[in-house]
C-alpha cells in the first residue's frame, strides 16, 4: 500500500495534544499501512520533536516522522475565539512541501478510530481538497453569519461550507491555481472562521466532500445530525454513521482534555488513559473538576448568539 502522508501543524500550545493524536492514528491504521507524518510547529513547539519520535517507533516502526521548524509567516494574521495564528500554518504547506502531491491535514483536536485508507484513496483529479460539511451550513448558523462584511464571497457556498479540521490536500493542485499565493495575501482580512473561510473562499467549485464519518464534530448532538438531513446536507446513511461508527472524533469547541464532561470526551480519555505514554501527559482529575455550562445554560447562551449582530 502507498504510504499515506498525514500533517499536523501546531504550536507551543498543542505538544501534547498533537502527540494523542498521532498517536490515535498510528494505533487504527489497518494492516500493511505506513505513514509519513509531517509535524510543521513554531520553534517554541520544537520541544515536541523527541516525544513524537517515541510516539511513532513505540506503534510503527516502519513510519517516519519528519520534522519542520518554521517561523510563522501568519503570526500577525487575525486571531478569534481563542483560536492561536497558529491555525494558519496549513497554508503554508504547498511551498514547504514542493514535491508532496497530496497531503492529510487534521487539528491536533482528533481522535482517529478507524483506518484512513478509504480517506486517502479519495479521487481528487480537478479538485484542490475534499473535507467534510460543516455546521456553518445549518440555515440558522448560515443565516447568523449572512451579514459578516465578506460573507457575499460565500454565497455560493451555501450547503457546501466545509470544516477544515480534516483536509485531504491535493497540493499539486493547489500549487497549479497559484493558490497558495492568494491564501497568503488573504491571511491579512479579518475572517471569523481564519483559514477555514480562506479555503472556503478560494477552492470553491474544487472542492470534493467527504462522508462525515471522517470529521465528526463532537459538538453535535443527534438532534444537529437531524437536521443536516432534513436540510439535505448529509443523507440518512452518512448521518448513521457518522453517529454510530465515526472514523475520526473532531473536538472542535470544547476539549475533554479540559473538560471531562464534553460531549463525546470520555471517548478521548478512555484511549489516552489506556496509553502508557500519554496518560501522564494530562490531568484527568483537574478535568473531571471542570464543568461546563448546564443545558439550560447552553439553550440560552445559543438563542443570545442567534440574534446578537456582534460580528467581527
Known sequence: METLRVVFCFDENLVTQVQAAAASLLDARGPGERFEIHCVCTPAAGCAADAMERVVKKRDPASALVMHGMENPYANAYQVRDISAGTYLRLALPGLLPEVERILYMDADVLVRESLAPLWETPLAGKTLAAV????????????????????????????????????????????????????????????????????????????????????????????????????????????????????????????????????????????????????????????????????????????????????
Not at 475572517?191 to 470529521?215: R, S
Request: overall charge neutral; glycine content about 8%.
Open 133 to 312: 460539511k460543516g455546521a456553518v451550513n445549518l440555515s440558522d448558523k448560515w443565516e447568523w453569519n449572512s451579514d459578516r462584511p465578506y460573507w457575499h464571497l460565500l454565497s455560493g457556498m451555501k450547503g457546501g461550507y466545509i470544516n477544515a479540521g480534516v483536509t485531504l490536500l491535493h497540493l499539486a493542485e493547489v500549487r497549479k491555481r497559484g493558490l497558495d499565493a492568494r491564501w497568503h495575501e488573504m491571511t491579512g482580512e479579518r475572517f471569523y472562521y481564519q483559514d477555514q473561510d480562506i479555503l472556503n473562499i478560494t477552492c470553491q467549485g474544487t472542492i470534493a466532500y467527504l462522508p462525515p464519518k471522517y470529521n465528526r464534530l463532537a459538538y453535535l448532538n443527534d438532534q444537529d445530525f437531524g437536521q443536516f438531513v432534513t436540510e439535505g446536507i448529509y443523507t440518512q446513511e452518512e448521518e448513521r454513521e457518522a453517529l454510530q461508527s465515526p472514523a475520526i472524533i473532531h473536538y472542535a469547541g470544547d476539549k475533554p482534555w479540559k473538560r471531562y464532561d464534553t460531549n463525546l470526551g470520555s471517548l478521548w480519555w478512555d484511549y489516552v488513559t489506556a496509553q502508557p505514554d500519554l496518560r501522564e501527559l494530562f490531568d484527568e482529575e483537574k478535568a473531571r473538576r471542570c464543568h461546563g455550562p448546564t443545558f439550560g445554560q447552553r439553550a440560552v447562551r445559543k438563542v443570545k448568539k442567534l440574534f446578537s449582530r456582534e460580528k467581527l
